[in-house]
């Protein structure tokens, strides 16, 4: 698997970014691995990154996004935050990695079993996780049943879904970048049980 470089970047569209990452996925899941020589990459990239993707994804340990779509160094940005959620800074970050570094393609991904989501379910208040945890409490809303795992999940889901309305609500440039075509911005889910990511 070749690095990636400032041509192979400018010759994929939105869709095949979003494809590279779909068959990451599929390979990470059966437990195959695209040959890549990291060191190389490592060499490769010294000079320069040109990444296809952002993935804003969640702090827990079991989500290590460049496992989970099989994905090399130099291959996507990694913006990660407890409950996945949307900052300034975080859009900043979004906006850099498309807008400057030329990505094609903003991902969203929550997952299963969300402490985040969870302790937000819970209103959990503890120091400075309670302003973050206030981030996710829309979601907590929108969903209005009794505590359970299964309200768990489908927080974890809204939670997705309103982090890219606010993408667009409040990046003037990622928004204008996806209606020009030049990006796309989706959503996904990954199941800590089986190593799946399915997108929305």
Do not use: W
Not at 6 to 22: C, E, G, H, R, W
Not at 105 to 131: D, R
Not at 134 to 155: F, G, N, T
């Amino acid at each position: 698997m070749k690095t990636q470089t400032k041509i192979t970047q400018d010759s994929l569209s939105p869709k095949d970014a979003f494809n590279m990452l779909v068959d990451g996925n599929k390979r990470f899941t059966q437990n195959l691995k695209a040959d890549r020589n990291l060191l190389s990459q490592v060499s490769e990239t010294s000079k320069g990154q040109y990444p296809f993707a952002v993935v804003l994804s969640c702090i827990d340990s079991r989500v290590p996004v460049e496992l989970v779509f099989d994905q090399g160094i130099g291959d996507v940005f990694s913006t990660r935050v407890a409950g996945n959620i949307i900052n300034v800074d975080v859009l900043g970050s979004m906006e850099y990695s498309c807008k400057v570094a030329g990505s094609k393609l903003v991902v969203v991904m929550g997952h299963s079993k969300c402490g985040a989501v969870t302790a937000a379910c819970k209103h959990v208040e503890l120091g400075n996780i309670t302003a973050l945890l206030d981030k996710i409490q829309p979601a907590v809303k929108a969903i209005d049943e009794e505590m359970s795992d299964a309200k768990v999940e489908k927080v974890a889901a809204m939670n997705v879904k309103l982090s890219i309305e606010r993408i667009r609500k409040e990046s003037s440039i990622l928004a204008e970048m996806e209606k020009e075509g030049k990006i796309e911005i989706v959503g996904a889910m990954y199941d800590v049980s089986t190593g799946e990511v399915k997108f929305y």
